[in-house]
């Protein structure tokens, strides 16, 4: 298990003169929890993500506008890279150790120009999938007449059935340990 196998495949980038409100927008508007800030010498500057924002708005909402305040005054400085070969759990090692949600990865021989981000929720769905949890099944087709799928509302069905079954188990179990 490597970065690579549950990295988020994709950066978006921007540098550190970019207004905080344009940097909110980028992020609302492709559905981003944070973006890479690029130096103008195609170095890693740091990293602004929606709690760098939300955090500094709180806190300082009065000093200056959005539209005035750029991304090099609020954004995360210390950015820490993994590449894509690192194994998982030295990735997730270096989240815990340091405190971070999110490491930048990029290929060993260009640390300069990212090609993902883990973050601890990647590392989560990615655990969830070799789990065989439901974000591991492939989306089925789906049924023409309702618009919803027909191999999921059986999956669906099936486990409620399943869960019903070993509540109504563990119900009659802790009845007759009560009985006794």
């Known amino acids: ?28 508007e492709k559905g981003l929890r944070s973006l890479v800030v690029i130096d103008f010498d195609c170095a ?11 955090a500094h708005r709180l806190v300082h909402s009065a000093e200056k506008p959005w539209d005035q305040m750029t991304v090099g005054e609020i954004m995360t400085n210390r950015v820490l890279t993994v590449t894509p070969d690192t194994p998982l759990q030295e990735a997730a090692r270096v989240l815990i150790d340091h ?34 949890g439901e974000e591991s099944a492939p989306p089925a087709k789906s049924s023409k007449k ?7 509302s059986k999956k669906k069905t099936t486990a409620t059935r399943k869960q019903a079954a070993a509540r109504a188990r563990k119900t009659k179990t802790t009845a007759r340990s009560k009985s006794r």
Request: proline share 2%; charged share 20%.
């Open 1 to 28: 298990m490597t970065v690579q196998d549950a990295m988020h495949v994709g950066v978006e980038c921007c540098d550190s003169s970019t207004t905080v409100r344009d940097a909110a927008r980028i992020m609302s």
């Open 44 to 54: 890693l500057a740091g990293i602004i993500s929606e709690t760098d924002i939300v």
């Open 99 to 132: 405190r971070i949600h999110r490491l930048v990865v990029a290929e060993p021989d260009d640390m300069c120009k990212p090609i993902g981000i883990l973050s601890m929720g990647d590392i989560m769905r990615y655990m969830m999938r070799l789990e065989g």
């Open 146 to 152: 309702s618009g919803t799928s027909t191999a999921s």
